[in-house]
């Protein structure tokens, strides 16, 4: 039984200006204990599947299950196997950090839940602001307690919508390890991220989303295997030749250029030196997920608004 | 893996409602007793010679148990309708729509807590004008059945409105125009038996009137209309309020898109 399972989702939003088409008849499975990452621009759809995913939306069509339990029907088991860290920066000013937790335990059935409620504060470096009120608290802070509430009533499945969008970089890494040891024991995280360092790093397997529809799904290790393309980056405060710049991905100083192999690489360094462009800190490396990322999307057919 | 209990969500939603108001009860409670005391006061002063309401009920008398019961539903309405519309506008709502309570619990949690609310400030009002002019308790148990039921009436019709408005002032216009009009034409400050032929016929059509008239029949042993043809309006309005309100939250009204 897969831990997540999307099945010809689609879903359509109508306006006054007609009705916009967000997920197309999305189908994949995320298998139990993967980590699984969900990737795409903004808009693409990711928080509309992940709100389908946890009750906050109803898809047009197709189904929808967490462990089996399908998000309508049997929405109450579906609950209970899926924690949700959202991507606003929410929290109820009129309580604590403990009180918060207690009460979102309650809303799960769970009394008595104090150990494991230490348990999070610890790792999640909250155990001196357990007793703080929520408005206190600065944005990283809020930002672990909406993890913690998440995981209160310990699900299976884990769904983390851009946790780290502005956040420190301690909080990233104490984030992660955390994560990453649940993932190691047994649970399922499904993760959106802008940061696609942070999908290469962690997640297994990936879903790339476009204008709805699910234009890339593959093992992170074959997505970067697919391309096989070496990259040549480099730095430099020069314009580059016209032939050149179509090609290259630039940002700030930085250039990056796609070769096939090695020869490509000699006339890319050529054709550079007849322009004069002098170059500095010239690295070759392997196309990274970003590099993925964009050929997929720069490929991948749109889809139209329908009227 | 702590044991679950389904009903601990609810129990938990309902303690989570009552201790949001009274972490800032001066506000929710004291203010609205104060505000009770000074009509009693002005309104006792200027008009207890001018209005004619029952035969050996002072003016005084006859206004505490309307006073006590506009209080408890301005209230209870109040409680629901601005947890909720908070609750949306500060996107908090988020942590409980993701969990598995059902309508019904989130019914019972947000009326039960409107009704915790409406009743002690019922309660308040009732101690502190009561010292100036006890109204009697001819008849009690007709007191806690209207209160009771008003207030669950007023939960209702504030959760109802708090799942309709998008924004503050939509919340206000809904307490504005529905609530206080209702309120005020229900014979809050006088008997609708004073009023001309039109108007007290109008009166007739409000539920409001027959929970007023209804909880001071509790106080004085007599009342504008039978206190049984009042339960019945008061009991039915209450089951098609309840019945909106659970079919609102069942099908996600304006929650779950």
């Not at chain 2, 009326?111 to 502190?128: E, I, K």
Request: proline letters at 4%.
């Amino acid at each position: 039984m897969p831990a997540v399972s999307f099945q010809n989702v689609s879903k359509t939003y109508s306006g006054p200006r007609g009705s916009l088409r967000a997920l197309d008849a999305v189908s994949f499975d995320i298998q139990q204990g993967e980590f699984f990452g969900l990737l795409g621009p903004n808009g693409a759809g990711k928080t509309t599947l992940i709100s389908i995913l946890a009750g906050l939306a109803r898809s047009s069509s197709g189904q929808v299950r967490v462990m089996g339990h399908d998000v309508v029907a049997d929405y109450a088991a579906a609950r209970m196997a899926l924690g949700i860290v959202p991507q606003e920066l929410v929290f109820d000013p009129f309580f604590s950090v403990r009180e918060t937790l207690r009460i979102q335990s309650g809303y799960f059935g769970l009394h008595h839940n104090d150990a494991w409620i230490g348990e999070l504060l610890d790792h999640l470096g909250l155990a001196d602001k357990a007793g703080a009120n929520m408005r206190q608290l600065s944005g990283g802070m809020k930002r672990r307690v909406l993890v913690a509430q998440a995981l209160v009533h310990r699900p299976p499945v884990i769904v983390l919508d851009e946790p780290t969008a502005g956040v420190d970089v301690e909080l990233r890494q104490t984030l992660w390890q955390f994560i990453a040891r649940l993932n190691r024991e047994g649970h399922t995280v499904l993760l959106t991220t802008h940061y696609l360092e942070e999908a290469e790093a962690l997640c297994s397997r990936i879903a790339m989303l476009k204008q709805g529809r699910v234009v890339a799904l593959d093992r992170t290790a074959n997505l970067l295997a697919g391309t096989a393309s070496t990259m040549l980056r480099f730095k430099t405060d020069q314009p580059l030749p016209a032939a050149l710049a179509a090609q290259a991905r630039v940002t700030g100083r930085i250039v990056q250029l796609k070769a096939h192999d090695a020869a490509e690489v000699e006339t890319l360094l050529a054709a550079l030196r007849a322009g004069g462009v002098r170059i500095e800190d010239l690295e070759i490396g392997r196309a990274d997920l970003e590099d993925v990322f964009l050929e997929i999307m720069q490929g991948a057919p749109a889809i139209e608004t329908i009227a | 893996m702590t044991p679950r209990n389904p009903l601990r969500g609810v129990r938990t939603l309902l303690y989570k409602e009552v201790l949001r108001f009274w972490k800032v009860g001066f506000q929710t409670v004291a203010a609205p007793v104060l505000t009770a005391v000074m009509y009693l006061l002005i309104f006792g002063h200027v008009l207890s010679d001018k209005v004619q309401v029952f035969d050996n009920v002072g003016y005084t008398r006859f206004l505490i148990p309307g006073l006590v019961m506009m209080s408890v539903l301005q209230n209870a309405f109040a409680n629901s309708s601005s947890s909720l519309v908070q609750s949306k506008i500060t996107g908090n709502l988020v942590f409980l729509l993701v969990t598995p309570l059902s309508h019904w619990a989130w019914f019972t949690a947000y009326v039960g807590a409107s009704m915790v609310r409406g009743l002690s400030v019922g309660l308040g009002v009732f101690a502190v004008t009561a010292w100036f002019a006890p109204p009697g308790l001819a008849q009690p148990l007709w007191i806690v059945v209207f209160a009771v039921l008003g207030a669950g009436m007023l939960g209702a019709l504030g959760l109802i409105a708090g799942l309709w408005a998008d924004k503050f002032d939509q919340m206000a216009a809904f307490q504005n125009f529905i609530i206080m009009p209702m309120t005020f034409l229900s014979g809050v400050f006088y008997s609708v038996h004073s009023l001309p032929e039109f108007w007290n016929r109008i009166s007739h059509l409000n539920p409001f009137f027959y929970m007023i008239d209804g909880f001071r029949r509790g106080f004085f042993g007599v009342s504008d209309v039978s206190p049984w043809l009042s339960l019945a309006v008061v009991g039915g309005s209450f089951l098609v309020v309840s019945t909106i309100a659970l079919w609102l939250l069942k099908t996600g009204y304006k929650l779950r898109h």
